[in-house]
């Protein structure tokens, strides 16, 4: 058993880790208020943009929008992967990690192969975890999610859109945890590019409308829109799993050190009763030796 001094220290070392992950659990409350609230105000909207484009899907087939709809042969992929910047949020950035490993094992093993995946982290955490891996990562929007806001994400959006539409990837994918509540991160992966009229279609309204230009002109605009739309609310709904992640983690922590602390008390009661009971034992001896 050890000391009570050895105890002492412990039980002080635990009392300051609690009071730490108690701290970063009330900032991640705080922090994750205001993301959820974004995400919440976000869906809405990016829901419309997808209804209003699926009402137009009659016209996808027209040559000038070919390029976002018409499958290619796949030879080449560009990979969005969302993770966080820190740790201490649970299995949040490993479940992206190990998301993505499975795709580039196994889907895309050949392409991996032929080095035709471009994985671009958006995230340290997922970059750090890839490269451990042995995979290559392009960092160059690494620091995004560091002051998110619509217009870096329409950049790195726009950015994603024109290595697509230039031919220099054949499919976009991305992965991130996409925000139910507090508790409930729904690890996702989607295929942005190409867009399929399948999926379009199932959100469609059955509406006689006029298109003043034209259904085709206002999806060259339209389509662009929204699909930089679904990269920012794929930010936004990565920045919410991350904060729910990290104080569901620190209030299972702070419970932990609670419990740790208590036995550590019961340990330490034990040893200093077992001092004055070798204590008293020893006088006691003491006394009868004397009198012997």
């Known amino acids: 058993m050890a000391n009570q001094k050895e105890i002492r220290a412990r039980i002080s070392s635990t009392s300051g880790t609690q009071q730490i992950t108690k701290a970063m659990k009330l900032v991640s409350a705080t922090k994750l208020r205001k993301a959820s609230e974004a995400i919440v105000k976000m869906r809405p909207y990016a829901s419309k943009l997808q209804g209003i484009m699926s009402n137009l899907q009659d016209s996808a087939d027209d040559e000038r929008l070919a390029v976002y709809f018409k499958s290619r042969e796949v030879k080449s ?35 991996v192969k ?54 220099n990837y054949d499919k976009v994918e991305i992965v991130y945890n996409q925000f139910k509540n507090a508790a409930t991160q729904i690890l996702t992966n989607e295929v942005l590019l190409p867009i399929s009229k399948a999926s379009s279609s199932n959100n469609a309204v059955n509406s006689d409308y006029i298109f003043e230009p034209g259904k085709v002109e206002i999806l060259q605009d339209l389509i662009p829109r929204s699909l930089k739309t679904h990269i920012y609310r794929a930010f936004l709904d990565s920045i919410a799993s991350e904060h729910g992640a990290r104080m569901i983690s620190m209030d299972k922590a702070t419970d932990n050190a609670g419990e740790l602390l208590r036995s550590l008390k019961l340990a ?24 012997g």
């Open 114 to 167: 032929n080095n035709s995946v471009r994985i671009m982290c958006i995230g340290k955490k997922g970059a750090e975890g890839l490269k451990r891996l042995g995979f290559d990562v392009d960092t160059t929007f690494m620091s995004t999610l560091v002051d998110i806001s619509a217009a870096s994400a329409f950049t790195f959006g726009q950015f994603a859109l024109d290595q697509y539409t230039s031919g």
């Open 77 to 111: 992929v560009l990979m969005i992967v969302i993770t966080s910047d820190r740790g201490l949020c649970g299995a949040f950035n490993a479940n992206v990690v190990k998301r993505a490993k499975n795709l580039l094992d196994g889907e895309y093993s050949h392409l």
């Open 268 to 291: 330490y009661n034990q040893a200093r009763q077992a001092a004055i009971t070798r204590e008293i034992s020893e006088i006691v001896g003491g006394v009868a030796a004397l009198e």
